[in-house]
């Protein structure tokens, strides 16, 4: 059955993450990236959307397809935090730290998608 979740180099081609050898993803959404306190004591938000990704694990050879799609202008789609699914414009990163590897698999693997853009 079909994750909902898609990514690709085109908002037209995207693809379905089942379609990729991965299950839904634990995923986090945040409509900004940072916070700042005014002069006035009002908390301002600052910066663009992200959305993180995480699986408990994924295989490898299927992480080197999905490694493709890293520092990339791509599009997603992804649950918001209305928990409906968006279209978003995006630059999919990987954290600094070494991934763990066991039997063929990552584990414990997270992408961060930045710069969210809403397509409409």
Same mark, same amino acid.
């Given at each position: ?17 089942? %379609? ?11 409509? $900004?990236?940072?916070? @700042? =306190?005014? +002069? ?32 990339? %202008? ?11 699914? $968006?279209?978003?414009? @995006? =630059?999919? +990163?990987?954290?600094?730290q070494?991934?763990r ?17 809403r397509?409409?």
């Amino acid at each position: 059955m079909p994750t909902g979740f898609m990514i690709g180099l085109t908002q037209n081609t995207m693809t379905d993450l089942e %379609d990729l050898g991965l299950l839904e993803p634990f995923w986090t959404f945040a409509r $900004h990236s940072a916070s @700042a =306190i005014t +002069a006035s004591g009002k908390t301002v938000e600052l910066g663009y959307a992200n959305t993180t990704w995480r699986w408990a694990y994924i295989p490898e050879s299927t992480w080197n397809n999905f490694f493709g799609f890293v520092n990339r %202008d791509i599009y997603i789609r992804t649950k918001a935090d209305d928990g409906q699914f $968006h279209v978003f414009r @995006a =630059i999919m +990163a990987i954290p600094e730290q070494p991934m763990r590897h066991e039997y063929r698999h990552k584990l414990e693997v997270e992408v961060r998608f930045n710069l969210l853009e809403r397509i409409t």
